[in-house]
């Protein structure tokens, strides 16, 4: 074992958000944690959490079940209580600034008028961790922003979730196993070349 990471997919807990495309980053930790046959499990710090061996690291995936709005509540506890280095933790979230699809990874940045990137980044105190944006599009009307988040995938875009969640998993492991510089010329490679 080397390093210890945190790996935290955004979403809202419940039934109800389950298949919702606000739902994107728990969407990706179930998948990845069902390719390693382990489950979530419920924790003291207001989060689902699944350890897993991930590239020969320890990794905490996390799932805030604090609601969106408020997920910054439940990070900064496992930050707190984990000890983890700002370096070794990545925060998964659905984007509608990019197309349906489109999956990018950065070092730091703002929210974007994301509401738990808000949360989390005046929970931490700081812009200064990654996060991998998910793609849901914008094809909506911007007063419909709330409606277009909590609804559900189209039939079309159902049947592109498998690729999509395949392709951020890769991501993943390879933040972990090669760093996030690599990864994002790795993933800036692969976009000029398609």
């Given at each position: 074992m080397q390093d210890k990471y945190?790996?935290?997919?955004l979403g809202n807990p419940g039934r109800k958000y389950s298949k919702t495309r606000h739902n994107c980053g728990f969407l990706i930790?179930?998948?990845?944690?069902?390719?390693?046959?382990?489950?979530?499990?419920?924790?003291?710090?207001q989060s689902e959490i699944c350890d897993l061996v991930l590239e020969r690291n320890?990794?905490?995936?996390?799932?805030?079940q604090t609601f969106m709005n408020?997920?910054?509540?439940?990070?900064?506890?496992?930050?707190?209580?984990y000890k983890i280095e700002l370096s070794n933790f990545l925060v998964i979230y659905d984007d509608t600034d990019l197309p349906f699809g489109k999956?990018?990874?950065?070092?730091?940045?703002?929210?974007?008028?994301?509401?738990g990137m808000k949360s989390i980044i005046s929970h931490l105190g700081t812009k200064d961790f990654a996060r991998l944006r998910i793609g849901i599009g914008g094809e909506y009307a911007k007063e419909n922003m709330a409606d277009y988040v909590l609804s559900s995938f189209s039939k079309n875009e159902n049947a592109k979730l498998d690729e999509i969640k395949t392709q951020a998993i890769i991501t993943i492991r390879n933040f972990i196993s090669i760093g996030i510089d690599k990864t994002m010329n790795l993933i800036n490679t692969e976009e000029k070349t398609n």
């Open positions: 945190l790996i935290v997919g930790l179930d998948q990845l944690a069902d390719d390693a046959r382990e489950k979530f499990k419920k924790s003291k710090f320890s990794a905490i995936l996390a799932k805030p408020n997920s910054g509540l439940a990070v900064s506890e496992l930050c707190r209580f999956i990018r990874l950065r070092p730091q940045g703002s929210a974007g008028g994301h509401n």
